[in-house]
């Protein structure tokens, strides 16, 4: 039976990462998949969410079309990025990578805890992640995407028929974006455009 992540074009365990260097065509794929996975949260509320996620891809990948040769990897995009005096693209990274570090967070926690409803996993990942760049408005339409998500069976249903299968996939796309993220996590910790 298929699955919402055997029937995607990339994942982030297809993304792969050569020593710390992550393949930024690959990288932007995978971020889409996750874009989706919001749709299957159900709610408009999240409209927001995929919105400024979309954004960030686009910078990237405006980047990586204009400058191909430079482009290879995220890590090649930014220094390329910063040493001609731009930021575009490498602020686009860091937020991409701030919501890929909530979703993450969310869903490993959410995973882990069987009984636990995604409203409680998504906000205290939300706590935990992006709460601290955002502002008083912003906090506040989280904070109402956060009571609209749905239970927990419903977005596990939607996953997939067959449970078993939902949770290895699950599983390992969790593992392959915490390892993606960990990396970002590293590489960004020394870039400043400011």
């Known amino acids: 039976m298929p699955t919402f992540f055997s029937t995607s074009k990339r994942s982030f365990k297809d993304v792969g990462a050569e020593g710390e260097q992550i393949r930024t065509t690959e990288f932007l794929e995978a971020c889409e998949l996750v874009v989706s996975l919001f749709d299957l949260l159900g709610s408009t509320a ?21 400058h191909p040769n430079e482009s290879d990897t995220l890590q090649n995009l930014c220094v390329s990025e910063l040493v001609g005096g731009k930021h575009t693209a490498t602020e686009g990274l860091v937020w991409l990578h701030r919501g ?11 995973f882990n805890n069987p009984n636990e409803e995604l409203t409680t996993s998504f906000t205290n990942a939300y706590g935990e992640t992006l709460k601290k760049h ?27 028929d067959d449970e078993t299968e939902v949770n290895t996939q699950l599983g390992e796309w969790l593992t392959a974006l915490e390892l993606t993220n960990e990396i970002l996590s590293r590489q960004l910790a020394g870039i400043s455009w400011k």
Not at 100 to 110: D, G, I, P, V
Not at 141 to 146: I, S, Y
Request: with cysteine.
């Open 46 to 66: 999240f409209a927001a969410v995929q919105k400024d996620m979309n954004g960030n891809i686009k910078k990237i990948r405006d980047r990586q079309n204009s």
């Open 134 to 160: 955002h502002n008083m408005i912003v906090k506040g339409a989280f904070g109402l995407a956060m009571k609209a998500c749905p239970y927990r069976v419903d977005f596990y249903k939607k996953l997939g």
């Open 100 to 110: 890929l570090e909530f979703t993450e967070k969310a869903l490993r926690k959410n």
